[in-house]
């Protein structure tokens, strides 16, 4: 499908969400053509069906792209996590990302040139005091157990083609992170989260895309952090999004009441996760961010 010298070609699985989506936009603001691996069947000559529930994606379409990038996997921001949601966040990562290394290993040298496999920073889990790069060890909560199975179901077709591993910090924005502090804060009932003080790793949607276009551009493979430079806690983040909406920050919600409410492998996992993440990968290969502070991203998340 591809020769050098001709239209950039990528093929992109989990294109309706918010990442996707922005990628996507920028994907196509420097002329690649992107085509679309669906569920449903194909409305147009860009989208190609496939199964990843039953292992059915035909490997031809993969064939000769200048990059694979898959962004699948249920929200983790869905609340509360029950047995069932805990499930279909685990289903919906592996058999995506199983499907998707099969198929890759079995084109042999008509591989994509590079495969971008979404991960996350929970990867760490829960690590109060340490500062942690893309050469630190896994957690363990529920999410990090998850990433280092998620990571290695793409590293099987490591021996065909060049895997990044893309560990994304929850995105500053009205449909990511933000969603559900948005809405208590215009109640007036933002506040502490489990005390507040936890270190909470985030990025921009902005410097999410062009992170993720630097790492395709740049050859860069294994591990990303994709997270923001600049060390905030989750009452940073939270009093700037109060100020930016004129709203106060003072009703705290105890740990044990996050827990009763949302469970606790969400509570672990995202709201009282305290993690120092460095974006070392990105740094080290002359990446500046467009947006270096939460009050930076909070500012033009809101608009």
């Not at 957690?139 to 560990?167: K, S, Y």
Request: aromatic share 4%; hydrophobic share 45%.
């Amino acid at each position: 499908w591809q020769t050098r010298g001709m239209t950039e070609r990528i093929v992109l699985a989990g294109a309706s969400g918010l990442i996707g989506r922005a990628l996507e936009a920028g994907l196509q603001a420097r002329g690649a053509e992107v085509h679309h691996l669906v569920r449903r069947d194909a409305r147009t000559q860009n989208e190609h069906r496939w199964n990843p529930e039953r292992g059915e994606l035909d490997p031809s379409l993969l064939a000769g792209a200048d990059a694979l990038i898959s962004l699948n996997g249920a929200s983790v921001g869905h609340l509360p996590w029950t047995k069932s949601y805990r499930r279909l966040l685990r289903e919906s990562r592996i058999d995506a990302t199983r499907t998707l290394a099969t198929a890759v290993s079995a084109l042999g040298s008509e591989a994509p040139a590079a495969w971008l496999s979404a991960s996350a920073v929970g990867f760490y889990g829960d690590r109060p005091g340490e500062v942690l790069t893309e050469a630190s060890t896994a957690g363990d909560t529920f999410l990090a157990r998850l990433c280092v199975d998620w990571e290695a179901e793409a590293l099987v077709a490591a021996a065909h083609t060049r895997v990044v591993l893309l560990r994304t910090a929850p995105v500053v924005h009205p449909e990511g992170v933000l969603k559900p502090m948005i809405a208590l804060t215009k109640l007036g009932l933002g506040g502490p989260l489990g005390g507040g003080k936890q270190i909470w790793p985030w990025i921009s949607l902005t410097d999410e895309v062009r992170g993720i276009l630097h790492a395709l551009d740049r050859g860069l493979s294994g591990p990303i952090n994709l997270t923001g430079p600049t060390v905030a806690s989750a009452n940073d983040v939270g009093r700037e999004l109060a100020a930016q909406l004129h709203r106060p920050f003072l009703m705290p919600a105890p740990r044990f009441a996050l827990g009763l409410a949302l469970g606790r492998d969400a509570t672990e996992s995202l709201l009282t996760s305290d993690a120092v993440v460095r974006p070392e990968a990105l740094l080290g290969s002359g990446f500046e961010f467009e947006h270096p502070t939460p009050a930076d991203a909070i500012r033009a998340s809101l608009g």
